[in-house]
Every structure is written in structure tokens, then in C-alpha cells.
T-cell receptor, first 114, second 118 residues
Framework: EAGVAQSPRYKIIEKRQSVAFWCNPI?????LYWYQQILGQGPKLLIQ????????DSQLPKDRFSAERLKGVDSTLKIQPAKLEDSAVYLC????????????FGPGTRLTVT | AQTVTQSQPEMSVQEAETVTLSCTYD???????LFWYKQPPSRQMILVIR??????QNATENRFSVNFQKAAKSFSLKISDSQLGDAAMYFC???????????????FGQGTILTVHP
């Protein structure tokens, strides 16, 4: 089966600009996760979807970050306006459901904010 | 809130030798999973091994095994017969099995960079 797809793989923007990332999970996976991985740290969950509903967005900086998962399939994560501290790798992962123990990760999008 | 700590920022091992990566965690829950994930340079994260908290037997996957000490909240990964392809960042992760909004969420440690010398 095809893995989790993400695009773009790399993005460089200036601070205060906006950016969007796209994720297509494994077919049939109901749960989708966005993680932020700052260099030298472990990933931190930003938002979790179950189908097209938000389960947990407690760590999402809602003044600048937004995410949606239309039709319960692919998802977009947006940052507007970007700050220098947003430089990180944004990882998308999916699983069959919340109870499934294994999450499958995409290759990530490396964002550099200058 | 749960926390996961990996106290070894970097480790190195000779090819064919054995190395152990350490992880401790803090939780008040009794039902949870623990995982080790591998993240090779510029490649995606993959699951290496998992342990269910209610199982006393330590998990094993080929050359990878864990030492799960529930009372001590310790979860180490042992890699036997190390290979060059084992070189990567290794993350320890915790997942609650208690339901609620945190159900399914992974909490990661800071990671350990493993270097394998030929």
C-alpha cells in the first residue's frame, strides 16, 4: 500500500509570510496527526483528526496555525503569519483508528523561516 | 501530563556489537503503550518495537529487544549485532490507552543519535 504522502518536502519563507502543507494519509486510515519537530527535539503533536473531526488541538497555536481535513481524507496545515520559531519539520502521520497502536509517518516538510 | 526522557543525546557502537539506549517516562496511568521509533537521516520515521504496559514479557523483534521495568518507569532498547543501517535517531514514545482526547497521541522523548562504526 502507498505510504503517507506530504508536500512540499522543503519550504523557505520570510517571517510574516504564510505557508501551507499538504498530507495524504494511507487509504482507509481514519486518524490523522500533525506533529512539529524542531531540530534536536522529538516530535510534538499539534493536532489530531478522527475522520474530519478534531480530536485534540490543545497544542496548536491557534492565533497563527490552522488545519483542516475535508471529507476525512487529506489534510492541510497552514501557518499565517510565520515566525522564526516555526522553523521545523512538520510530520504527518496516520493510523487505522485512535485505538490502532501503529502510526505511519510521512517524510515530513522542512520549513525554514528567515 | 506524561513525559518521556532520553538522557543519552548520542551513542556509538561498533558494527556487530550490542548497544542499549535508555528511556524513562513519567505517568500516573496503568494502561499504556511504549514504542521505539527510528528516524534515519532525511528519511521517515518507522516503528521499531512496541511494548504494552500490561504485558510483563519484554518485546522482541529480531535484533531489537526491550527491557521494560514498569515499576521503575524505564524502557530501554537493546540492539544486537549492530549494522550500519541501524545508524539513525531513535525516539522513545508513550501512548495512553485510557481514552479521552489524548487517546492515540504519541509523546516523544528528545531522541538519541546512534552512530555505527564499521
Amino acid at each position: 500500500e502507498a505510504g503517507v504522502a506530504q508536500s512540499p518536502r522543503y519550504k523557505i519563507i520570510e517571517k510574516r509570510q504564510s505557508v501551507a502543507f499538504w498530507c495524504n494519509p494511507i487509504s482507509g486510515h481514519a486518524t490523522l496527526y500533525w506533529y512539529q519537530q524542531i531540530l534536536g527535539q522529538g516530535p510534538k503533536l499539534l493536532i489530531q483528526f478522527q475522520n474530519n473531526g478534531v480530536v485534540d488541538d490543545s497544542q496548536l497555536p491557534k492565533d497563527r496555525f490552522s488545519a483542516e481535513r475535508l471529507k476525512g481524507v487529506d489534510s492541510t496545515l497552514k501557518i499565517q503569519p510565520a515566525k522564526l520559531e516555526d522553523s521545523a519539520v512538520y510530520l504527518c502521520a496516520s493510523s487505522r483508528g485512535q485505538g490502532a497502536y501503529e502510526q505511519y509517518f510521512g517524510p515530513g516538510t522542512r520549513l525554514t523561516v528567515t | 501530563a506524561q513525559t518521556v526522557t532520553q538522557s543519552q543525546p548520542e551513542m556509538s557502537v561498533q558494527e556487530a556489537e550490542t548497544v542499549t539506549l535508555s528511556c524513562t517516562y513519567d505517568t500516573s496511568e496503568s494502561d499504556y503503550y511504549l514504542f521505539w521509533y527510528k528516524q534515519p537521516p532525511s528519511r521517515q520515521m518507522i516503528l521499531v518495537i512496541r511494548q504494552e504496559a500490561y504485558k510483563q514479557q519484554n518485546a522482541t523483534e529480531n535484533r531489537f529487544s526491550v527491557n521494560f521495568q514498569k515499576a521503575a518507569k524505564s524502557f530501554s532498547l537493546k540492539i544486537s549485532d549492530s549494522q550500519l543501517g541501524d545508524a539513525a535517531m531513535y525516539f522513545c514514545a508513550y501512548r495512553s490507552n485510557a481514552g479521552g482526547t489524548s487517546y492515540g497521541k504519541l509523546t516523544f522523548g528528545q531522541g538519541t543519535i546512534l552512530t555505527v562504526h564499521p
